[in-house]
C-alpha cells in the first residue's frame, strides 16, 4: 500500500516549481491533494495534470494572505472531504532589495504573505487535525531562514519566523497526534528561478555548493513527502535542509570556490 493512502493532503503555492512537485509527489504516494494557488486556472491544470496520470486531486483557488478566505476555505474543505490530514504550506515568496532600502509597504507584503498567512494556515488546519487526533504539517522555509541571505533580510527574517512557529507548534500540538516540521529548500532548479537567473548564475551557484549542482524540485518534494508520513510519526520539531551541503558546508565553500576559480584561472595562462 502506498504510504500516504486515504490521506487528504493540502498544498498552499502548489500550481507550479516546487508546490507543484510536492503535489504530485503526495498524490503518487497515495493522498488525495488539494492544489491550492492563488492562480486558480494554473492549480486547476495541475490537479488535471496529477488525475490524468491516475492519481487523485482537486484544486482550491485561495490568496492565502486573505485570511478570512483561509479560514473559510479551511472549514469548507473539512465539510467536503471529512478532515485534513497534511498540510504542506508553501506558498510564498521573496523580492531583493537591500536591507537600508526596504520600504515599509513591502515589508508588511512581505510579512503578510510569508509570515501571517502562513501562522494562521496552520492555526486553522490544526485546530481540525486536534479533531481527529491526527495531523501532519510541513513548512516550507528556506536555508535563507537558518543563514543572513544578501539583500533578502525581509524574506530571511520571515523564513526564519516559519521555523519558530514550527517549534512551539511541535512543543504545543504533539500531545493531539500532530507533528509539525520543515523542509529548507537551497538554490533549486525552477522556472522562477531560471527567469531570475542567467544560465552562468545558474551553474556558478551550483558550483557554490558541496554537491556542484542546484536542487531539483522533486528532491525536495521527497523530503516532504517523508515528513508527511506515517513513518515520520516520531520526527516532531525539526527542519530539513535539502540544499546538496549548502548550509553545512557554511562559508568554507566561498573558500573552495575562491581556490577552484584560481585554478582554472592558471590553467588558462
Known sequence: MKPLTGHIALVTGAARGIGQAI????????????????????????????TALGHQAACLT?????????????????????????????????????FLDMNEAELQSQMALNFGSVYVLAQACARKMRATGYGRVVFVSSVTGLAGPIELSAYGAMKAGQL??????????????????????????????????????????????????????????????????????????VVLPVDGGFTAAGGYMAEVYRQRKARQNNDKL
Do not use: Y
Not at 31 to 50: E, N, P
Open 164 to 237: 519558530g512557529l514550527m517549534r512551539a507548534m511541535a512543543l504545543e500540538l504533539g500531545e493531539h497526534g500532530i507533528t509539525t516540521n520543515a523542509v529548507a529548500p537551497g538554490p533549486t532548479d525552477t522556472e522562477l528561478l531560471r527567469v531570475a537567473w542567467s544560465a552562468e548564475q545558474v551553474a556558478e551557484a551550483g558550483e557554490r555548493i558541496p554537491a556542484r549542482r542546484i536542487g531539483k524540485p522533486e528532491e525536495v518534494a521527497h523530503a516532504v513527502s517523508f515528513l508527511a508520513s506515517p513513518e515520520a510519526a516520531f520526527i516532531n520539531g
Open 23 to 50: 503535489a504530485l509527489r503526495l498524490a503518487v504516494d497515495g493522498a488525495l491533494v488539494i492544489v491550492s494557488d492563488r492562480d486558480g486556472d494554473a492549480a486547476s491544470k495541475t490537479a488535471s495534470r496529477i
Open 62 to 98: 485561495l490568496d492565502v494572505t486573505d485570511l478570512e478566505a483561509v479560514k473559510a476555505s479551511i472549514d469548507l474543505l473539512c465539510a467536503e472531504h471529512g478532515r485534513i490530514d497534511i498540510l504542506v504550506s508553501n506558498a510564498g515568496a521573496g523580492k531583493s532589495r537591500p
